[in-house]
């Protein structure tokens, strides 16, 4: 079974803090996604990445970066965490061309 | 931009009944994929079915199934003989043919009643 996990199921970080998602994956797919989903907009894609240390901006890259220094780990940074980024944060992964693969979410609030 | 517009927001069954959840989506390409994706209420996303636009024949999968109408751009669901477990937000996603990228609608959530 494809296994994509996240390190936190909840955070709660304050407004200017630098936060880190991790998330990773356990069958050597070279895709790997970060999503945001808000109530009424779905799900919608802030970055990918399709190889190691290679990224592509998404739908809304703004106030976030990415990192993929190994294939199998993917991490999503808030330079400085803003309240409107408030939200839960998808990981997902796949081989090219094939289904992609969930984590669990993180629900990340910004006070 | 392709987009995918879910226009129900909520939709409510009863326990072995019948419902429809609709989707359309706009596009230009004559090749891609549909699918829809379920997400219970611990937050995982599961693949549920999924439709290649080159096929004519519909998706079935067990209880689900898709209404697939290339002209008009429309992609339902339909789960026959509802059950608790289905009781959860779906959405409705589009991906180019030779590409990785989902382009999500907004969701419906499902409720199932005993």
């Known amino acids: 079974d494809v296994k994509v996990t996240q390190s936190s199921r909840y955070l709660v970080k304050r407004t200017g803090e630098k936060v880190f998602l991790e998330c990773v994956q356990d069958?050597?797919?070279?895709?790997m996604f970060w999503y945001r989903q808000d109530p009424g907009l779905g799900l919608r894609l802030i970055y990918f990445s399709y190889d190691v240390k290679m990224k592509e901006k998404g739908d809304i890259p703004e106030g976030y970066s990415v990192s993929r220094e190994k294939k199998e780990r993917f991490s999503l940074i808030l330079e400085s965490a803003s309240t409107n980024q408030t939200s839960m944060y998808l990981c997902?992964?796949?081989?090219?061309?094939?289904?992609?693969?969930f984590g669990p979410g993180t629900r990340l609030t910004v006070t | 931009a392709q987009t995918v517009t879910q226009s129900q927001p909520e939709m409510s069954v009863q326990e072995a009944e019948t419902v429809t959840l609709s989707c359309t989506y706009d596009t230009s390409e004559s090749d891609y994929y549909l699918f829809w994706y379920k997400q219970p209420p611990s937050g995982q996303m599961i693949l549920v079915i999924r439709?290649?636009?080159?096929?004519?024949q519909n998706a079935t999968e067990n209880r689900f199934s898709v209404n697939f109408q290339k002209a008009a751009k429309s992609f339902s669901l339909k789960i026959s003989d509802s059950q608790l477990g289905d009781a959860a937000m779906y959405f409705c996603?589009?991906?180019?043919?030779?590409?990785?990228?989902?382009?999500f609608g907004g969701g419906t959530r499902v409720l199932v009643k005993p």
């Open positions: 069958m050597d797919h070279e895709n």
């Open positions: 996603a589009y991906r180019r043919y030779a590409g990785n990228k989902l382009t």
């Open positions: 997902a992964s796949s081989l090219e061309g094939y289904e992609q693969y």
């Open positions: 439709q290649e636009a080159y096929k004519q």
